[in-house]
């Protein structure tokens, strides 16, 4: 915005800057988007009625109608194997909100120690490079092993998979403590435990955060994967629910709802990033 | 092994109890009412889904939640695991796992038979007037729902019969029921052996066309069972014989031609097979457009029937050894008597007020030979050196 005024004023500096005629690039983008979704959309139009496509594939009325329907009484129960979407989503995010806890609550402290400790650093690093690696979706039957129970599991492999970034960010957050603080806590005689909690913690922070915001997307993107595998609810077995009446329409109504939560979740650690500054 | 006690004091109660119909009166009070019982979303479930909603469950005093699970591999995670109380399998299964061939070893019960028949060879689209008889399937890729299936063992029996090497001659993938019609319409498998409703939904959604059905390979073979863990019959006899009374009472309710339809219209809703109801009354009515042209009227494409003969467990454990997902030499006669729970089904449909058979063993016509389960050794080895000389 304040782009435009500038430019208007340079370019003319006697008259009123016309702010009307120049947009901004916010809402470029909306034009910008808004054309692209017709095109996609009319895209898949065309090719739904083509006959080139499966008949799998629904065209965007159909999908619009089920989107609206679904999501007009989200919240229905017709048995334990009916329900809707509302419900399912409250259970993936319960899901992902407890595994996802237990991730953090063992990645930070663990990352702190081995931020702050070489030796643990190097005796832990075989674990991280072997295991970070690892697809999500082989821990299920390590977890069914450990655990004989698939609720268990779904929280493990959340838990393991979203934990690899927030122990990696939290150690690389500790290791870029600028050192003079550190020095400065030391020679002012402060205890360990103040030290870590007034200067490692709020000086950590923003990469931890950062490390946060790349684990619960992970952790999203795992639970519906999982779900599918092993039934119950959730948004994932609603997936493979309607794959089981090869209703893509209302596969495709689960992604868009997907994908909103997803960015939901997203932003709100965003937020979060914003505050916890340290330093700068 | 058999719990021998335990089956004398349940077959003396049964024989107390057998003019009652009172709920109780053969069983004492179930140890355990909730119960959670894991299904797979295919018209073989019928009886297991069927007693829920006419009260059969509820009559015996149990309260069942039915679990709606994606595929047989995670049903069998949940039976090696425990973690569900009872489950809707492929008859092989309880057999393959207290073998532990394809799992881990846990002792299992099938207590009764789901339903014989109800299933097909559906072939897509584009083969219509290509192929006539096993020996045209050289070269197709072809799915089974699961390794340790009747679907699985029928189709093998019927190539290898022609001729047809199912290991060397064709594919044979694992793939679950729902992604069977979506592979099809896609093009990556020719065709599947399939449970029903999967065959009817591929002509229902124009992509395939029925090419036989199982029942043409083996009239009255068995398809699905209900089983439970050893421990949890032991832990819960009476709520096991309660919970089984009420399937094979239902299997009964199902056996009779004018239910069907109605049945069609109950199990079709998104809480069970999530299905067009037309595909369902197509398959249970067995009055069905067969996807190339003609309607055939097959009352009994699938049926009920709960009895689990011990014929079926033999020739199961033949073709498991026939195609070496078992290794080793089986004591039929021990394994059977271990697993299947004949004379307490007998029993239980007695109960209900149904006749059964008196005997154990029978034996039947295949569309190549006739199984007598007395010789099932010779018979194994007759299909081995036939198949070598092919």
Redesign the interface.
Known sequence: MSEAIVTGSIGDPEREPKRARVLDDTTKAAIAFAISLVVIVGAWQLYAMSGYA???LPAPGAVAVNFFEAVRDPFYS?????KGIGIHLLASLGRVAAGFAIATLIAVPLGIFIGLSPVASKAFDPYIQLLRPVSPLAWL?IG?ALS???AITALFVIAISSLWPILLNTIYGVRAINPVYLNVARTLGTSRWNTLRHIVLPAAAPNIVAGLRIGIGIAWLVIIAAE?????TGIG?FV???????SVASIITAIIVIGAVGLVLDRLFGVLHDRVRFGE | MLDRRQFVSAAAAAALGATSREAFAATGKPEKTKLRVGFIPITCATPLIMAKPLGFYAKYGLDVELVKMPSWAALRDKAVAGELDAFHMLSPMPLSISLGTGSAQVPMKLASIENINGQAITLAKKFQGRINGPKDFKGLKLGVPFDFSMHNLLLRYYLAGAGVNPDRDVQIQVIPPPDMVAKLTVGEIDGFLGPDPTNQRAVYNEVGYIHMLSKEIWNNHPCCAFAAQAAFVKENPNTFRLINKAIIDAAHFAHDANHRADIAKTIAVKEYLNQPEEVISAVLTGSFNDGHGGHENVPDRVDFSPYPWHTYSYWIISQLQRWKYIKGSVDYEGLSKEVFLTEVARDLAKEVGFKTPPADFQSVKLMYDTFDPRFAGEYLAKQKRALLSA
């Open positions: 499966s008949k799998l017709h048995g334990d194997n009916d039957p069914l004989k129970s698939s599918m595998l092993i039934g119950g077995y493979w629910n309607e794959w089981n009446n090869l």
